[in-house]
């Protein structure tokens, strides 16, 4: 991982220009999730950030949903599954600061939430709290978890000179945009089939590394979309 993982593609395009080895383009997998629904809003139980009377935002609950999705088609070894939002703003020197504002057309960029790998063929279900069941100081361990291999989210290079928080984030870790951005925030829940068991990855990959490795072994893919925002006045029009 480069530092916080900023500035590549969002990996749901970067899937749709890509196919596996030997095949016209990446079939579809349907993903789904018992806790929101696609298009929605995600509830706060599931963010690392939750809206607070004063203060703006407490600490959230940082469960990971509930996600599932259908069978990969003949030849599937494994699976990934990767979240990204890519509206996290570019310029981070406004975000939470009183009398300012980040406005929608701020110049944007991505963030890893979920980095997660070598999810084996037979599993087609991660379970709520399965992943994250609590926001964790310093991060959670990253390699084998009990439905596949951690990689590190962008956590990891956001907390890294903060010394109440830094440490290696590994798995899920929830929402928390800036309480006074403009934009909802989109989070995008891809899974995608691979040809392969594993993808040799070690130690604290993030998931540009993980995207590297996916390529010429994808054989579907498919995402859930769930909204986010601590911003009063744009939470209040995300549909729920």
Same mark, same amino acid.
Request: aromatic letters at 10%; proline letters at 5%; glycine letters at 4%.
């Given at each position: 991982m480069k530092g916080t993982g900023f500035g590549i593609v969002v990996l749901a395009a970067a899937l749709g220009a890509s196919a596996s080895a030997? #095949?016209?383009? %990446?079939? #579809?997998? &349907?993903? *789904?999730? &018992?806790?929101?629904?696609n298009g929605r809003a995600i509830p706060a139980v599931y963010a690392f950030c939750a809206p607070a009377d004063q203060g703006h935002i407490s600490g959230g609950q940082n469960k990971n949903p509930e996600i599932s999705w259908s069978k990969g088609p003949k030849g599937t070894k494994s699976y990934a599954l990767i979240v990204i939002d890519?509206?996290?703003? *570019?310029?981070?020197?406004?975000?939470? *600061?009183?009398g300012k504002i980040i406005h %929608?057309?701020? *110049?944007?960029t991505n963030?890893?939430?979920?980095?997660?790998?070598?999810?084996?063929?037979d599993t087609t279900e991660i379970a709520e709290g399965a992943d994250s069941s609590g926001a964790v100081a310093h991060g959670k361990p990253a390699g084998a978890a009990a439905d596949g291999v951690r990689g590190i989210n962008d956590y990891t290079g956001f907390f890294a000179s903060d010394d109440k928080m830094k440490g290696n984030y590994g798995g899920y870790d929830g929402p928390c945009p800036p309480w006074n951005d403009q934009r909802p925030h989109?989070?995008?829940?891809?899974?995608?089939?691979?040809d392969v068991p594993s993808l040799n990855l070690k130690g604290n990959f993030g998931g540009e590394e993980a995207?590297?490795?996916?390529?010429?072994?994808?054989? %579907?893919k498919g995402e859930i979309v769930g909204t986010y925002s601590l911003n009063p006045l744009v939470a209040a029009k995300l549909t729920k």
């Open positions: 030997g #095949s016209a383009g %990446a079939a #579809s997998l &349907t993903v *789904k999730s &018992t806790d929101f629904r890519p509206d996290v703003p *570019k310029d981070l020197s406004d975000i939470n *600061k009183e %929608a057309s701020a *110049k944007r963030f890893y939430h979920w980095v997660l790998v070598d999810i084996p063929a989109h989070y995008h829940f891809a899974v995608v089939a691979l995207e590297r490795a996916m390529r010429g072994h994808m054989l %579907a």
